[in-house]
């Protein structure tokens, strides 16, 4: 079992930045990859970012550039940098995780990017 605590949403205005965390309750190096997903309302959930256990990093091509994936192994922590916010990332994001070829995902952190 992995448990996948997620914080650091919030409101933010086009433009503006957040950090969104997630703390896994096992060691990382234990976890094939993870990462975050996110779900804007109407849509289906989508792939924004992972890391491996090695390290090998994946963006998708809308958030390239403006977000970064990085992680704490000391902290089990992965963090999701996001600079240059728009209104289209507004969206509940999602921490996930992959183990012995099981997924698990955490409870969701809301990001609001609005004027």
């Known amino acids: 079992q992995v448990q996948l605590v997620e914080s650091g949403g919030g409101s933010v205005q086009p433009g503006g930045s957040l950090r969104l965390s997630c703390a896994a309750s096992v060691s990382m190096f234990s976890i094939y990859v993870m990462g975050w997903y996110r779900q804007a309302p109407g849509k289906q959930r989508e792939l924004v970012a992972d890391?491996?256990?090695?390290?090998?990093?994946k963006y998708v091509d809308f958030v390239k550039g403006r977000f970064t994936i990085s992680r704490d192994t000391a902290k089990n922590t992965v963090y999701l940098q996001m600079s240059s916010l728009e209104p289209e990332d507004t969206a509940v994001y999602y921490c996930?995780?992959?183990?012995?070829?099981?997924?698990?995902w955490g409870k969701g952190t809301l990001v609001t990017v609005s004027s």
């Open positions: 890391i491996t256990s090695g390290g090998r990093i």
């Open positions: 996930h995780a992959v183990k012995d070829g099981m997924s698990y």
